[in-house]
């Protein structure tokens, strides 16, 4: 059976309790309910782990594993017709959105920017992300959730994960990223 720990910083290190939340809390539990997700349904957050599986590109002798198994951009499938299933009276008091939480930094030096697509072309509002980080940081966006255009939909669709760099030495380079309902 897996385990988990969780370690919490010291909230007196933060300016204040909101920033406190949002740039240390609100991460750490996003992250703790895909990873509770995979657990219990893998593949249902996050396609991310077929991308990680290696395979070799020789077959038939020892070869290195060299070529990823799936070679579909980062992508998460989101059925957002499971909103239909939340009680009503909650959906009464609280307003829903759609956490998207990816784990990102720059290879090289420089600017990234991220953003999240659906697969029929559009861009969900709310969704860029900047980076300069060398090191894998997590970023989190509340995403909006309606029929509009480019909000996170009340049905299934797959969403893709983009990357631009802004300067000519710096790549831009997600680790995982996964989407799940949040009440505020």
């Known amino acids: 059976m897996p385990g988990?720990?969780?370690e919490l910083a010291n909230p007196n290190t933060y300016a204040s309790p909101t920033e406190y939340i949002e740039q240390h809390l609100a991460p750490i539990v996003a992250e703790l309910h895909r990873v509770t997700n995979e657990l219990i349904a893998p593949g249902s957050s996050s396609g991310e782990e077929w991308s990680m599986?290696?395979?070799p590109s020789v077959r038939g002798a020892f070869s290195p594993l060299d070529r990823r198994l799936d070679e579909t951009p980062k992508h998460v499938v989101f059925d957002g017709a499971t909103y239909q299933s939340i009680p009503k009276e909650l959906l009464r008091r609280k307003q829903l959105k759609?956490?998207?939480s990816a784990i990102v930094y720059v290879k090289g030096r420089?600017?990234?920017l991220f953003r999240l697509v659906r697969d029929d072309g559009q861009v969900v509002a709310n969704s860029h992300m900047n980076s300069c980080s060398t090191e894998p940081e997590t970023i989190t966006r509340a995403l909006p959730f309606?029929?509009?255009?480019n909000a996170v939909a009340p049905k299934q669709h797959t969403y893709i994960i983009e990357g631009k760099g802004l300067d000519a030495a710096a790549i831009p380079?997600?680790?995982r990223f996964s989407m799940s309902f949040i009440y505020v």
Do not use: T
């Open 53 to 55: 599986d290696m395979v």
């Open 146 to 149: 309606s029929d509009a255009p």
């Open 173 to 175: 380079v997600c680790r």
């Open 4 to 6: 988990a720990r969780v």
């Open 110 to 112: 420089g600017d990234v």
């Open 98 to 100: 759609v956490q998207l």
